[in-house]
C-alpha cells in the first residue's frame, strides 16, 4: 500500500501539474500590463490629461447627475452620500462587489441603480444609457490613481470562480477562449491589432472606434462579437461573474477611469 | 497502421449540411465535393478578412497586405511541408490534428459553445470554400 503511494504520488502531482498548465496558463502578477501601456504617445496624452480626454465631459454630466433631485423620494446621491470624492473615494475598485440581499455580487451600474431604486425611488437607469455610464464615469474617477481591490472571501470566490471558467471556456464559431488571446497569445499581433492582456483597469471609458464612452460589459460584448459567440444579455448574472473575475486577475493594478482606448 | 474513421455523417450533420468524409491517418485523402478546387478563389478567401479570417492569425507571402498576424507559422511554403489531404484535414477541423489549437475549425458544426445565433449550425466556410483554400495552399511552395 504504502509503496503503491509512493509511486501515484509523484505521478499524480506531474498530472496535476500539467492539467493545471493546459487549463489555465495564467499571467504572473509582477507581468500584468494595462492596454494603456500598448497605447501610441498621442492617445495616452489624451487619456492624461483632463482637458483633451473626451471622457471628462461625462464626468462633468456624472457631477451634475450627483446633485439632482430624483424619483418620488425626490433625494439626489449628495443628499445621502454628501462630497463624492470623500464617500466614494476607492469604492470603483472594489466593485464588483457582494451584496447579501441579492446572494451575489453587483457590478458597480447595478449598485447605482440599487440606489435609484431603493433610495431615489426612480426607474433604473438603462444600460449603457448616457446617465449610467456618466454616474458610472464619474464615480470610477473617484478611484483614479488607486490600486483595484475586489475582495476575495467565502462569498466572492464562488463568483469569481465562475467568472473564470467563462473566461477560459472555449465559446462561438471560431471556438476561441478568452484565455486564448488574452493569456496564451497577448502581445502578439490579431491582424494590425497588438492583443492585450484584457485587464479592466479604465472602465466606463472612451473608444475611438465607438466614438463613445462604454462600459466594460459592451467591451465583452464586442470581444464575444469577435469570437462569433453569443453575447450575453447586458446586465446578466454572467457578465457580472466575468467582470469581478476580471477585475481580480488585476487586483493591485492602477484604475484610470475614465480611460482611452483606440 | 491507417487508421479510418468516418466523421460527419451523422444525420443530425447532414441536416446541417456537412458533407460526410473520410479520415484517413491524419489527412482527408478525398475533395470534400468530389471536385478540385479553383486556388485563385482560394487567395480571396484567405486574404478577406470576413471570409477565411486567416490573416488574423497567420502571415504570408502578400506583401501588399499591411496587417498580418502573428498568432500562427507563415503560410508561406504550406504547400512543401503538407499533403492535400493534410491541408483539408488542417482546414475541416485543426483540433484533430492538435487537440488545443486556436485555429478555428472551418468545416465542423458540433462541439460548439454558445454559438451566435447567425452562425448557428453553418460552417465557417463550406465545402466548395474549403477546396478553393486546398487548391490555393496547395501552391504556396517554398
Known sequence: ?262 | MVATLMLGASASARAQGVRPYTVVGDAIPASLTGAPGDPERGLKIVTNRQVGLCLLCHSGPYPEERFQGTMAPTLAGAGTRWSEGQLRLRMVDAARISPETIMPPYYRVDGLTRVAPGFRGKTILTAEQIEDVVAYLKTLKN
Open chain 1, 1 to 262: 500500500m504504502e509503496k503503491r503511494l509512493r509511486l501515484v504520488a509523484p505521478a499524480l502531482a506531474i498530472v496535476l501539474a500539467a492539467i493545471a498548465s493546459l487549463a489555465f496558463a495564467e499571467i504572473p502578477l509582477s507581468q500584468r500590463r494595462s492596454g494603456y501601456e500598448q497605447m501610441s504617445r498621442e492617445v495616452k496624452a489624451m487619456q492624461d490629461d483632463d482637458t483633451s480626454n473626451p471622457a471628462s465631459l461625462s464626468v462633468l454630466d456624472g457631477e451634475a447627475l450627483w446633485t439632482r433631485r430624483e424619483g418620488s423620494a425626490q433625494k439626489s446621491c449628495a443628499d445621502c452620500h454628501h462630497d463624492a470624492e470623500t464617500s466614494m473615494r476607492g469604492v470603483s475598485a472594489r466593485y464588483p462587489a457582494f451584496d447579501a440581499a441579492k446572494r451575489r455580487p453587483l457590478d458597480i451600474e447595478q449598485r447605482i441603480n440599487l440606489c435609484r431604486t431603493e433610495k431615489q425611488q426612480a426607474t433604473p437607469l438603462p444600460f449603457e444609457s448616457r446617465d449610467l455610464l456618466a454616474l458610472t464615469a464619474y464615480l470610477g474617477k473617484q478611484s483614479r490613481g488607486m490600486p483595484i481591490a475586489v475582495i476575495s472571501d467565502d462569498d466572492t470566490k464562488p463568483f469569481i470562480e465562475a467568472g473564470r471558467q467563462i473566461y477560459a471556456r472555449r465559446q462561438g464559431q471560431l471556438n476561441l477562449s478568452c484565455q486564448n488571446c488574452h493569456d496564451d497569445n497577448a502581445g502578439q499581433k490579431l491582424a494590425g491589432v497588438e492583443l492585450p492582456q484584457g485587464h479592466p483597469t479604465g472602465y466606463p471609458l472612451y473608444r475611438l472606434e465607438w466614438q463613445s464612452l462604454g462600459s466594460l460589459q459592451r467591451r465583452l460584448r464586442n470581444c464575444l462579437f469577435g469570437m462569433r459567440a453569443e453575447p450575453y444579455a447586458y446586465g446578466a448574472d454572467e457578465y457580472v461573474d466575468l467582470e469581478l473575475f476580471l477585475m481580480w486577475r488585476a487586483r493591485g493594478m492602477t484604475v484610470e477611469t475614465p480611460a482611452v482606448r483606440p
